[in-house]
């Protein structure tokens, strides 16, 4: 099965500061990625994903932007941080029908 | 996007007991999976379901793809402390791109 690594798994950030949260892949060679936040409420928010190199979909209109330099490595960032981008933030990859998840990285932005 | 209605939203029980949680929608899926996510980790995979009518067991899980391919439904049997967490289901249409629609989770306590 597939492992997917995030990080930082914490980060405290002020309001204004750009963001980078990185995700690689390994067990599976070009798979579908995705970016996920997850508030408080327990939804899970699809945010973007793609299906291959430098192939990004949004979902929302947001803060934030999506790259995918490598097969397995998805990065998502920001340039300038509002308050409300604070969450919980997952990496998926997908392939076979099946999606994992990473461990999440958990963003306050203050 | 859109949601999956997953039901019921709590439950609190007593170890030992049954289980039982479901996710319905007025779209057909190809795909339902099941996830636990416990506190500040990711969603962990439970059961995965690929055809209609099908029933997976894992351990003390079992799942069923619903027959007209609009819901299914976990079971937990014999419930254990360590089965606390936030239970998701999670469907997937033909041609979406692997993408999921999420149920918005059932919170599940169990009394020791």
């Known amino acids: 099965s597939q492992t997917i690594h995030q990080w930082p798994a914490t980060l405290v950030q002020p309001v204004g500061s750009p963001l980078s949260l990185e995700c690689t892949v390994e067990?599976?060679?070009?798979?579908?990625l995705y970016w996920y936040r997850q508030a408080a409420g327990r939804g899970l928010q699809l945010l973007f994903y793609?299906?291959?190199?430098?192939?990004i979909s949004s979902e929302v209109p947001q803060n934030l932007s999506a790259s995918r330099p490598q097969d397995r490595q998805f990065i998502l960032s920001s340039k300038k941080l509002l308050l409300s981008d604070s969450g919980f933030y997952l990496c998926?990859?997908?392939?076979?029908?099946?999606?994992?998840f990473g461990e999440g990285s958990w963003l306050t932005v203050v | 996007g859109q949601q999956l209605n997953q039901s019921p939203q709590s439950m609190f029980i007593q170890e030992g007991e049954d289980v039982s949680m479901n996710c319905t929608s007025s779209?057909?899926?190809?795909?339902w999976l099941w996830y636990k996510q416990d506190p500040g980790e990711g969603p962990v995979l439970l059961i995965a379901?690929?055809?209609?009518?099908e029933l997976t067991s894992n351990g003390r899980l079992t799942a069923q793809f619903g027959i007209t391919r609009k819901d299914s439904f976990l079971n937990i049997s014999a419930s254990i402390p360590s089965d606390v967490g936030i239970y998701f289901c999670?469907?997937?249409?033909?041609?979406?791109?692997?993408?999921?629609?999420f149920g918005k989770g059932t919170l599940l306590t169990v009394n020791p």
């Open positions: 779209s057909i899926f190809n795909t």
């Open positions: 999670a469907g997937q249409r033909g041609g979406s791109n692997y993408k999921l629609t």
């Open positions: 379901l690929y055809k209609a009518g």
């Open positions: 067990g599976t060679s070009n798979p579908n």
């Open positions: 793609s299906v291959g190199i430098g192939q």
């Open positions: 998926a990859a997908g392939s076979l029908n099946t999606i994992y």
